[in-house]
């Protein structure tokens, strides 16, 4: 983007929320809570643009100031002045935000990247929306939050734009009486497979690796189903019990439509300028008894295959990185190591660097997204190869969930394990990365297991599957 098109674009934000006062504080304000973060979620799930970002230091965010959606290269802000709609890439309205409002330390922005900015970054064609598909990005700028790492719960704002207290949150109706629901399993449910003939899209991938096409390429099945929106809530409550993630999220973009992630897998992670990235690749199933669950573990450590699929996604991260952060600084920390989840085993790895002095968080992001986990290799035919198999987007799974501040710092996750609920139905996506090795019953076989977690929190007994 150049400088007169960012300036543009950062003069129509402003239109919608003027920049950060000058001399705004940052607050932080510990809070005499005791519930877990289930129960504080509960209580604050109803407050307009609720997010829950179920990481290590759990993050609930609500209230945003901004609102921005971008679809098919359109945007819409909806801010205190207003709402305005103008042509826009999502990555440059991201970087247009950091500009327009940067310089408040409690402030962040907080939502989902859709995969499908990957195909605005490359110029690629994208399948044809479907009726229900979210926007290619949801972001929230918020100016308060509550979190936790494990010994209490504290409040974090900012007065940068309105004077938002600790009181006000804690002393409001969310929190008097008894706000907390026990929730519900969505009972009987029946998936269904949206992508007819997985194994023969396997099939047809393998050829074209083995014709020295491509050497990788990441294949989702869609698993789709009817859901209220009553029951988006319990449905969360469910999966995050069922499979405790690392990353996990609740993002309620507004009524009926959510986001729904127990992701394991971290896809950017910055700290003054150092930058971590985890590819996942490598899948087995849990065992139904000790002996069986450390035969698979054995199986996925042994398997030429998983670890050959690793490497390759382990040299696009870096690649990835390489572009970005300073010359040398980019190393692998950890390789192959053992992930074990309540319903699979996986191995990843650990890619870091040091971004350069002329580098921010959005040109890592460009540098980077999709994650290459979640394409291939080489990424921009692998992206193109499983678009023509697939035949759907992939909206918010598949691409990032999480949070970029002010400041420039930033953590997110790879929208793997992830649910969209909208219009009435709710849909999950169960990726496997082919390889020339790849064996399609296997392959269906693994989603499968990656898809187990999604299917009990649906609370079905026997699932229909599409072929």
Known sequence: MSAASRSALVERLRKVLPAARVGARTEAVGLAWDGDAEEIAAALRNRTGFVWLDQPRTRLFADPLVRMEVRDGRARVQGPAGTVEFDARGLDLVEAALEAWGGAGGAVLCGYLGYELGMELEDLATPRRRDGDLPDLWLGLYDWRVESDGDGWRWIGTDAWRRVRAEE???????????IRNGRTVAGATVATATGGFCEAVARTVERIRDG???????????????????????????????????????RLDKGRAVLSASPELFLKVEGRQVRSCPIKGTRPRGRSAEEDARFVRELRESEKDRAELAMIVDVTRNDLGRVCRAGSVKV???AELMTLPTVHHTYSEVSGELR???????LLRASFPPASITGAPKIRAMEVAAEEEGFRRGAAMGAIGWI????????????????????RVWYLAGCGITAESVPQEELQESEAKAAAFRRALGEAEARVAR
């Not at 002010?406 to 009435?424: C, H, N, P, W, Y």
């Open 333 to 335: 920390e950890r390789h």
């Open 357 to 363: 002095e002329d580098c921010a968080a959005v040109d």
């Open 213 to 251: 096409e491509l050497f990788q390429v990441n294949l989702c099945r869609r698993l789709e189903t009817e859901l209220a929106e009553a029951e988006i809530w319990p449905l969360y409550e469910r999966l995050r019990t069922i499979s405790p993630a690392s990353q996990g999220a609740l993002l």
């Open 405 to 424: 501040s002010m400041g420039g710092e930033m953590e997110l996750s790879v929208a793997i394990r992830t649910a969209t609920a909208s219009a009435g």
């Open 169 to 179: 949150v804690e002393g409001s109706d969310d929190f008097a009486g008894d706000k």
